[in-house]
């Protein structure tokens, strides 16, 4: 375990469904991260919170939404998804701005089907 | 924009040799460069971070080496072992706390 857990593992999901990712770090960290991973393509930063502050959105559909209640805490909404969205999701926390690197969790393999 | 490439995208060594992986990075404003392993199917394994006042970290048979001037990042990884096959991630910190990746090498060791 790296500090950064991440629940489920594995999900399947319809289209029509509604389910949340959760994401769960106890090092102290103050900044969360959600990335998605595609097949054969380079992670992609989806959100970011600062201090439950969200300081990013990197273009991401409205059909994903995060939530950050507590420093300790990320989740990540779903809703409508298509087959496309099916990647693994993995959750990283560090210090502000990374100063002293990233953790990353196991990660959620989503697929849509 | 950072852009992060990373050479080669896939190798295959006999076990016992040492090997060097690259990574190059287009904007040189970092705060620090981080080195992972990612096993198929799993998360990321942090190995190695390396500040941007450091010339090189090192851990066990790897050791990582960073010269921002021109935008590259070594990971030499000494006497290879079947262990060691798995995809190897280089990501960069610029402001904002942004980590951003390269594609990764994927490395296969034969025994």
């Known amino acids: 375990e790296t500090g950064v857990t991440q629940t489920p593992r594995h999900l399947v999901m319809g289209m029509t469904n509604k389910k949340s990712l959760k994401c769960e770090q106890h090092l102290g960290h103050n900044a969360m991260y959600w990335y998605k991973q595609s097949a054969k393509k380079p992670l992609e930063l989806m959100f970011v919170y600062s201090l439950e502050e969200r300081v990013e959105n990197n273009s991401v559909p409205s059909r994903f939404s995060p939530e950050c209640p507590n420093s300790s805490h990320l989740f990540l909404h779903l809703h409508t998804l298509q087959p496309e969205d099916s990647a693994l999701y993995l959750c990283?926390?560090?210090?502000?701005?990374?100063?002293?690197?990233?953790?990353f969790g196991s990660g959620t393999r989503l697929t849509v089907v | 924009k950072q852009e992060v490439t990373q050479i080669p995208a896939a190798l295959s060594v006999p076990e016992g040799e040492n090997l060097v992986l690259n990574c190059s990075f287009t904007d040189s404003a970092i705060y620090n460069l981080q080195w992972f392993r990612q096993d198929p199917g799993k998360g990321l394994t942090s190995l190695l971070l390396i500040q941007s006042s450091q010339r090189e970290q090192t851990s066990g048979r790897l050791n990582a080496s960073l010269d921002k001037s021109s935008g590259r990042s070594t990971l030499y990884i000494a006497a290879s072992q079947p262990g060691d096959s798995a995809t190897y991630l280089c990501?960069?910190?610029?402001?904002?706390?942004?980590?951003?990746f390269g594609q990764g090498t994927e490395l296969s060791v034969k025994p």
């Open positions: 990501a960069v910190s610029s402001q904002g706390g942004k980590l951003i």
């Open positions: 990283a926390s560090s210090q502000v701005q990374g100063a002293r690197g990233y953790t």
